[in-house]
């Protein structure tokens, strides 16, 4: 499985910024797919996480009511929208896949990363 994280960039505290996850590989629908972020000095962080079937989404309590998940399917690709984003949200986001279990929340649980993409928010 392979993945590739884009959409970062620049934004001033209180903006949006979406982020895409596109991937590829074997049984890639069958997998759980997470968001974590990692910030200067700092453990990586659980985002958020959704299976490709819907229905079902998780998210970390820093940021459970200003971020959303999603997929598209047909284009294998996983969205984090972020809004009311703040300088607390600064930090290299990525995206992971995870092969048996439900949404997990920690690092170990996940098998494929991908390469991350910096998100800056300025105050």
């Known amino acids: 499985v392979q993945l590739q994280a884009s959409g970062g960039g620049l934004v001033q505290a209180g903006g949006s910024l979406r982020l895409s996850c596109v991937g590829s590989?074997?049984?890639?629908?069958?997998?759980?797919m997470g968001w974590f972020r990692q910030a200067p000095g700092k453990e990586r962080e659980f985002v958020s996480a959704?299976?490709?079937?819907?229905?079902?989404?998780y998210f970390g309590n820093s940021v459970k009511g200003r971020f959303a998940i999603s997929t598209d399917n047909a284009k294998n690709t996983v969205f984090l929208q972020m809004n009311s984003l703040s300088p607390e949200d600064t930090a290299v986001y990525y995206c992971?896949?995870?092969?048996?279990?439900?949404?997990?929340?920690?690092?170990?649980?996940?098998?494929?990363w991908g390469q991350g993409t910096l998100v800056t928010v300025s105050s």
């Open positions: 992971a896949a995870r092969s048996f279990g439900g949404l997990g929340r920690t690092t170990a649980e996940y098998d494929y």
């Open positions: 590989g074997r049984d890639l629908k069958k997998k759980t």
């Open positions: 959704i299976r490709w079937s819907g229905g079902m989404t």
